[in-house]
């Protein structure tokens, strides 16, 4: 019998993060595709939208004025899901019902005043602000003393429900830590204290090594597709050296962040040659005012498009169900990634 | 201070069936909506069409014909992500890499000839048609040695990857237990050794008792929003007897499923007055040959739309990252789907 190969065979890889398993199948890629088809993202937009509630100056809901900000800006989420005044409250019945009330706060980050811009159009030292700002917020939110965990995310492109095309984030804090980076606690924490070492220094310096799934490396970060991808062109920026959240990062070590995430964004960019959508976040550690050396901090990147700017992929019924399952292999989609041109397809 | 509410203030609910958790924020549908807008789904559609590939006597990929079948219809996926063909395989590298084949299969069910019907269109009895294949089809299927988990699904609209819009569903049958069911797994069990009854079984009797979150109830299954329902209009039809799979059903409880599943997908489409899109898919006990009578038999649904027919929730950014989150509560959403004609509106 033939040998089993990654890029003809389904098979299961293990998420070394967090425990949880992908089913890989490489054939699937030869079937046609007669469903959903979205509209194309409009691509062209004024550096200044009257209508924008996140361009400088304008009015945003509930009356609050914009300040003229000239590079980036945060303020509260005027729609926040997690609020910090609320009662205390538990509700247990049984082993089957238990609920508890959650305290938190909700905030908006925008990346730059420029309405038509985004990440991977941004000059890398004013992407450098945007880290710098989420290293302030991470240390004054997490030191509030209701703050467990603290959650940087950005939404982009209206496919991944971001309801407005100005380049933002999101950063959310709360009471206890979510169900995603606790699963990622368990599988570090069970790491470090068998090596030593983190779980993810280990695997950068596998991966550096093997550079099959590399995408960008510069002194400080490297930007990889990880062996367990679930979505398919998935990626995530990890630091080289091992440090458990932003404000441990140097000047350099930021300035590098911000260097990997343009990079890596460009790419995403051409790949399709289309402004690329994702929900990208930071996992870092807790902020529960333990020191928290197995925690690696790393960005993951979940991008929606399968086979061009207008298929996606549906993580939907047997996803749902049973079980996260992708097509093209993560080495395929590496080389993919890695051997498009490195200038925007805008700019040539 | 006030009092906690769950209508009124943020939340944490824990699904007691899989051990995760689900931040519930009913004050957020204030939001107002300048995202994405959905198009809505074109209504009418012929009872034959020449052109799809799951009509009866019409051409498949591949050069197959299907037959002219009168009711339901089954066959092999010609796009399987599962083969029962492929040489075994590992890979294992330290702690951090591992990859094995997974051999299975994909069907694929045509729940009536006619395609412009759907479920909730389709009479009784020849919904029942549809459940007795998946009996005869679970049992089948799950006999096979290096079958261990049998997968029953349907993903309905567009909108959640349905690539042709004639009603069927989709079966995939595989060596290992999937991630959602293998944590539905450990929780029975927890609980069937501790209480020696099945989870649900204990959860459905609290449920018809306190009547808040159900919406369909016969002789023998019950519909209901669960307390810890993630999607805004998730669901679960539920056995009240404790059966572990669809070979353990009798005749009269075939029917009652058929009926509930009627039922449920009727309030669904009155809903919002379109044909409601969502992934649905039955959980019941891995065909390992052992007896499992800790796993009790359900079917989710879980329905991407939120605030109309052309708005839905976006589990994205802080979902994908941290936690699942929904805006309206479990309480919430079964009132209204409660209060809904019992009749289609197509038919009124
Ligand atoms: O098999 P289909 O209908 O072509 O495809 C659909 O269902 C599959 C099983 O949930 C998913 O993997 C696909 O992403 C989705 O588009
Ligand atoms: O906060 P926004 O951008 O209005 O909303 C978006 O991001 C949130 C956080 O990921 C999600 O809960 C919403 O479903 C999504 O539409």
């Not at 962040?257 to 996992?283: C, Q, R, W």
């Amino acid at each position: 019998m033939e040998q089993f190969e990654f890029t003809e065979h389904s098979h299961r890889r293990y998420n070394a993060l967090t425990g949880d398993w992908v089913l890989v199948s490489p054939h699937r890629t030869k079937r046609p595709w007669q469903g959903k088809v979205e509209k194309p993202a409009i691509e062209e937009r004024p550096k200044y939208d009257e209508k924008c509630y996140l361009c400088p100056g304008n009015e945003r809901a509930g009356g609050h004025d914009n300040p003229d900000y000239k590079d980036v800006f945060v303020f509260q989420n005027d729609f926040s899901a997690l609020v910090p005044d609320i009662p205390e409250g538990n509700y247990t019945k049984g082993d089957l019902f238990r609920a508890e009330s959650e305290r938190g706060f909700c905030k908006v980050i925008c990346f730059s005043p420029r309405h038509d811009l985004t990440i991977p159009e941004m000059e890398v030292e004013n992407i450098k602000k945007v880290v710098d700002l989420w290293c302030e917020q991470y240390k004054e939110i997490g030191s509030l003393d209701y703050i467990k965990h603290v959650q940087i995310f950005e939404n982009k492109g209206d496919i991944m429900g971001c309801s407005n095309p100005h380049p933002h984030g999101q950063i959310w804090g709360q009471y206890s830590v979510p169900v995603e980076p606790a699963k990622e606690s368990i599988k570090q924490k069970e790491y470090f204290d068998k090596h030593g070492k983190t779980l993810l220094e280990d695997y950068v310096a596998d991966e550096l090594e093997s550079g099959e799934r590399i995408l960008v490396e510069n002194d400080h970060f490297v930007a990889l597709v990880p062996f367990w991808a679930t979505w398919p062109f998935e990626t995530m920026i990890v630091s080289k050296r091992a440090v458990s959240n932003l404000t441990q990062l140097t000047d350099d070590e930021r300035a590098a962040l911000a260097d990997a995430y343009k990079k890596l964004t460009v790419m995403y960019d051409n790949l399709f040659e289309v402004s690329f959508p994702y929900s990208a976040g930071i996992h870092q550690a807790p902020t529960d005012g333990e020191e928290h050396p197995e925690w690696h901090l790393h960005m993951h990147f979940y991008p929606p498009l399968l086979r061009s700017a207008t298929v996606k992929k549906f993580m939907v019924g047997y996803e749902m169900m049973a079980n996260a399952q992708r097509d093209i292999t993560a080495e395929q989609a590496a080389q993919r990634l890695r051997d498009l041109p490195k200038v925007h397809y805008k700019a040539k």
